[in-house]
Structures are given as C-alpha cells and as structure tokens.
C-alpha cells in the first residue's frame, strides 16, 4: 500500500467512524432472562450518560487504530512484517465498530445523543495514534497494552456505575470490558513494552478529560 492509497484508508475510516451507520459484526450482546427494564428519570439520564462516554472511547479508539495501522504502513523495514502489523490494529478496530454500533443503538434507546464533539475525539485521538506508531512497533503495541488497561478499569467503574435494573446496558458494557481485556494480551503476545510511568499518567489525564466532558456533551 503507498502513501496516497494508505492516506485514503484512513480518511474512509474517518468518514466512516463519524457520519456512516455503524454495522456490527456480532449481535448486540442481551441479557433475555432479566427482561426489559424500562429506565425513568435520573436512571435513565445517568446510563444515556454513561453509555455516551463510552461510544466517545469507541470513537477514539477507531481513531487509534486506524493511525496506528496508517503508521505501521509507511513505516521502513521489512514490508511484510508492517502490513501484518497494520492487519492487527485493524482486527481490534473490527472489534470496536461492533462496539461504536451497539452503544449507538443503546444510547438511540434511552433517548439520548452521542457527543458532539466527536470530530474533535477523533482528531486526538488519531494523532497520539499516529505519533505512538511512528515510535516502532514495540511502542505502538504497548500503547495499545496500556489504552486497554485504562479502558478496561473505565469500564468496569461503569458497572458500578449503572442503574442495576439496566440489564441492557450492563451487557453491552461487560461484553465491551472482555473484548478490551483480549486485545491487551494479544499486544503483549505481539511484543509491546511496558510504557513509561510518566506517560501513563498522561494518558490518565487526558483519559479523564474527555470522560468528563463527553458525559456533558
């Protein structure tokens, strides 16, 4: 793939993440034997919130994936080596589009709207990727180790988080939670190093920047 064809990849999943109908490759995950709990008031307001939040991470993580594949194309070295790289980032992107399409879908049913600032989630987003990517493939994996394990944490708070009767929800957030889970071992399998102390924290920071503003807008 050259630099005009890689260029166009990434501007399609852009175009795509943000402003096309997302499909999913699995069926949303359910909960059939807790029945569908009808949410009201302050319950129903706190999970269209939370489940808001996470279509932003969604949004941010496409956004990663697809600059941390753009990067592992045009990087030097050996061409077959990059492209299967790239072909790993895209595979946990696969992943994520299930879960753009299910918190969608959910955030639709409790009536709510998802961030207005998408456009900007993913532009940072697409630029930490980007420059994570350009430090060698070692560093893009352990970015992704590290991502995921925050994500991971933010999920499981949401659990504690969410009205109890919201079975719908709590499935989709748990099914998200193992899938974030899998692809942090398969970047440690691939060969990711542990990141620095100080660039974890500000990827925490940044992490809770978004989160607090996403539940807002």
Known sequence: MNLVDAGLTAADSALRTLFAPHRAARPCPTVPEAGAAELQGEDKALAGALMR?????????????????????????????????????EAAGQDETDHLAWTKSRIDELGTHTSLLNPL???GAFGIGLLAGRLGERVSLGFVVETERQVEAHLASHMDRLPPQDHASRAIVAQMKDDEVRHAREAQ?????????????????????????????
């Open 53 to 89: 939040v996470n279509h932003v991470g969604e949004v941010c993580a496409q956004a990663l994936y697809t600059a941390q594949a753009l990067a592992a194309r045009l990087a030097p070295g050996d061409a077959a080596a990059n492209e299967r790289l790239a072909r790993h980032f």
């Open 121 to 123: 989630w993913f532009a």
């Open 189 to 217: 399998q691939a060969g990711a190093v542990e990141l620095p102390f100080p660039v974890k924290m500000a990827m925490k920071a940044a992490a809770k920047v978004m989160t607090t503003v996403a539940h807002r807008v």
